[in-house]
T-cell receptor, first 113, second 111 residues
Framework: KAGVTQTPRYLIKTRGQQVTLSCSPI?????VSWYQQTPGQGLQFLFE???????NKGNFPGRFSGRQFSNSRSEMNVSTLELGDSALYLC????????????FGPGTRLTVL | AQSVTQLGSHVSVSEGALVLLRCNYS??????LFWYVQYPNQGLQLLLK??????LVKGINGFEAEFKKSETSFHLTKPSAHMSDAAEYFC?????????FGTGTRLQVTL
């Protein structure tokens, strides 16, 4: 069974640009969660999607948004990039969310210059 | 809001020695608790999880953790460290779909 895949693995953008990251969950998984990992703030929850609906949301500004498609693939968008958005963005999938094991992808390393 | 505290950002042990990584949670209701491991340039891998079924939880790679409600702790242990255990370890609380993570403990294993 293929694991969680994230594309691209590395991305370099400049301030003010926008970026879209993609996550393909494990086949059959309907819940996709996104996390931001930085040296200063650690791992922080961004949001979770289940059956194309945002089910949980962390404390991030509206510049961070996401969506989920009918095949459970998810995208995360960050608009008007800031230097502080440089981070490793991790996606995790699980069968239905709440009490199931989350499987993490390798992450997308975003660098904002 | 839940918070998770990991004492010690870096822990160094000798190969074969006991590994003890500390985690305390802050919650009036014991949450679900997890330990994850992250190897360089990789995502997180679940080591074990506490879901109230048993206070001593056994995980993969010889790790285990004991839930102590009176101490609000969920420390991770392994009797004998191996070089391959060198990685960063994260304690987390919450539901599987929304986790609050500790700041992580980097484990170094020396010969």
């Amino acid at each position: 069974k293929a694991g969680v895949t994230q594309t691209p693995r590395y991305l370099i953008k400049t301030r003010g640009q926008q970026v879209t990251l993609s996550c393909s969950p494990i086949s059959g998984h309907r819940s996709v969660s996104w996390y931001q990992q930085t040296p200063g703030q650690g791992l922080q929850f961004l949001f979770e999607y289940f059956s194309e609906t945002q089910r949980n949301k962390g404390n991030f500004p509206g510049r961070f948004s996401g969506r989920q498609f009918s095949n459970s693939r998810s995208e995360m968008n960050v608009s008007t990039l800031e230097l502080g958005d440089s981070a490793l963005y991790l996606c995790a999938s699980s069968l239905s969310g709440k009490w199931d094991e989350q499987f993490f992808g390798p992450g997308t390393r975003l660098t904002v210059l | 809001a839940q918070s998770v505290t990991q004492l010690g950002s870096h822990v160094s042990v000798s190969e074969g020695a006991l590994v003890l990584l500390r985690c305390n949670y802050s919650s009036s209701v014991p949450p679900y608790l997890f330990w994850y491991v992250q190897y360089p340039n990789q995502g997180l891998q679940l080591l074990l999880k506490y879901t109230s079924a048993a206070t001593l939880v056994k995980g993969i790679n010889g790790f285990e953790a004991e839930f102590k409600k009176s101490e609000t702790s969920f420390h991770l242990t392994k009797p004998s460290a191996h070089m391959s255990d060198a990685a960063e370890y994260f304690c987390a609380a919450g539901t599987a779909s929304k986790l609050t993570f500790g700041t992580g403990t980097r484990l170094q294993v020396t010969l």
